[in-house]
């Protein structure tokens, strides 16, 4: 069975730091790429990052996050991360990640960030 869990998450006070990490189990972590979403009350869940298979681990962030976040991975650990640093209250939501071969999500993980 392919699960995704969540961790990291919290309250945190704005220009702070987080590190969530996404746990993989039930398939061969390295063989796929890995996003990370998010969605904040009210809003639509906007993707953040991404990092690819291990063929080829490069990263793609959108621009709201860009030069803040860094995703990254441990295939020892089937452990995907993401840094995140100067966090705004903007960014306070639920942090999902996903993989988009099969469409699995994980349960999220709530980020909040204090003013």
């Known amino acids: 069975e392919v699960q995704l869990v969540e961790s990291g998450g919290g309250l945190v006070q704005a220009g702070g730091s987080l590190r969530l990490s996404c746990t993989a189990s039930?398939?061969?972590?390295?063989?796929?790429?890995i996003n990370w979403f998010r969605q904040a009350p009210g809003k639509e869940r906007e993707g953040l990052s991404c990092?690819?298979?291990?063929?080829?681990?490069?990263?793609y962030y959108a621009d709201s996050v860009k030069g803040r976040f860094t995703i990254s991975s441990d295939n020892a650990k089937n452990t995907v991360y993401l840094q995140m640093n100067s966090l705004k209250p903007e960014d306070t939501a639920v942090y999902y990640c996903y993989r988009h071969s099969g469409e699995y999500w994980g349960q999220g993980t709530q980020v909040t960030v204090s003013s």
């Open positions: 990092i690819n298979s291990s063929d080829d681990r490069s990263t």
């Open positions: 039930g398939f061969t972590f390295d063989d796929y790429a």
